[in-house]
């Protein structure tokens, strides 16, 4: 419990990028971007009419976006081997549980216990991973440390007070532009100067 939960690192660009490569693995390509394509137009979800299966360098927002609509995307596709999809739902779903409530802006005790319940309910379920081939065990650094978050939200608040979206921006706004402005030769001094120029203009206008 040394590090605090991330969300955007260890849950978005984490487990739910495993997630989606498992999903990829139990269904194909094509049926999941078929599915993604079915979806009709609405103002509150974000289609991707060209599936999602191929996506590159896929953003947290991105991510947050397909997990909006990533349990009805396997709900009553059936498994090879005549395998129950029932197991696969459950643990989707609790991973999205998860996901969601560790995002709550306020806990209570019986938040936790959700949160923790969702979790357990994964653990539960994931042997249909194993059981379809697409993993051979679940020993990997982000998963492990879901089981920290409720130590880390009763110790130090929930997690919107540390969460990495926030200053993750400024990649964009000191980084990125700042690189954009220069001749993309000796940047880094052009890029101070931009950053000084942008920051004295800033003070003016507030004044």
């Not at 539960?124 to 194993?130: C, D, L, R, V």
Request: charged share 25%.
């Amino acid at each position: 419990a040394a590090i605090t939960p991330d969300i955007l690192h260890q849950l978005y660009q984490g487990v739910i990028k495993h997630v989606m490569s498992w999903l990829k693995a139990a269904y194909g390509t094509e049926e999941i971007d078929a599915r993604c394509r079915r979806f009709p137009p609405n103002h509150h979800i974000r289609l991707f009419m060209k599936g999602i299966t191929s996506l590159r360098k896929v953003t947290g927002k991105m991510h947050a976006d397909i997990c909006r609509f990533l349990l009805g995307l396997i709900i009553g596709l059936p498994l090879r081997g005549s395998l129950s999809p029932v197991r696969m739902v459950r643990a989707v779903r609790a991973l999205l549980d998860f996901l969601y409530l560790a995002q709550y802006p306020v806990h209570t005790d019986e938040t936790l216990r959700l949160l923790n319940d969702a979790l357990a309910r994964f653990h539960a379920n994931k042997q249909i991973f194993k059981d379809l081939g697409i993993r051979e065990h679940f020993n990997f650094p982000k998963l492990h440390a879901l089981w920290h978050y409720i130590f880390s939200i009763t110790r130090f608040g929930t997690t919107d007070n540390y969460d990495t979206q926030y200053s993750e921006r400024l990649h964009i706004d000191l980084a990125k532009d700042a690189y954009r402005a220069t001749n993309h030769k000796d940047e880094y001094p052009q890029m101070t100067d931009w950053l000084l120029r942008k920051e004295k203009i800033e003070q003016y206008d507030a004044f």
